[in-house]
């Protein structure tokens, strides 16, 4: 498995824009499908988009499409998360993810996700 660290979280105005990092250890990043999810006080956690092994494939929560951009750079092991028009609905805790696959395929489950970041504080003012 791979140890996930993400970084880039903030306090930010309604309309800004912030852009998460998140690092990964390990010389097989490429054969994981890397996934941004988020937590709100007193909500489950969700998906927020999710990228497939080369970059080629994304998929958007409907929360962030328009808004959000996941990329990733497979010869620096990191997948980013850029933020614009942030909202104050989008204050969470943001979580990476890692979900193992054999193919160049989208994973968009929880559940199929098997390596975690601790979490970066977004926190969107209005």
């Known amino acids: 498995q791979v140890q996930l660290v993400e970084s880039g979280g903030g306090l930010v105005q309604a309309g800004g824009s912030l852009r998460l990092s998140c690092a990964a250890s390990?010389?097989?990043?490429?054969?994981?499908?890397m996934g941004w999810f988020r937590q709100a006080p007193g909500k489950e956690r969700e998906v927020v988009c999710t990228?497939?092994?080369?970059?080629?494939?994304?998929y958007y929560a409907d929360s962030g499409k328009g808004r959000f951009t996941i990329s990733r750079d497979n010869a620096k092991n990191t997948v980013y998360l850029q933020m614009n028009s942030l909202k104050a609905e989008d204050t969470a805790v943001y979580y990476c993810?890692?979900?193992?696959?054999?193919?160049?395929?989208?994973?968009?489950?929880?559940?199929?996700?098997?390596?975690w970041g601790q979490g970066t504080q977004v926190t969107v003012s209005s």
């Open positions: 993810a890692a979900g193992f696959s054999d193919y160049d395929v989208l994973l968009t489950n929880r559940v199929d996700f098997v390596s």
């Open positions: 990228i497939s092994r080369s970059g080629s494939s994304q």
């Open positions: 390990g010389r097989t990043f490429s054969r994981y499908v």
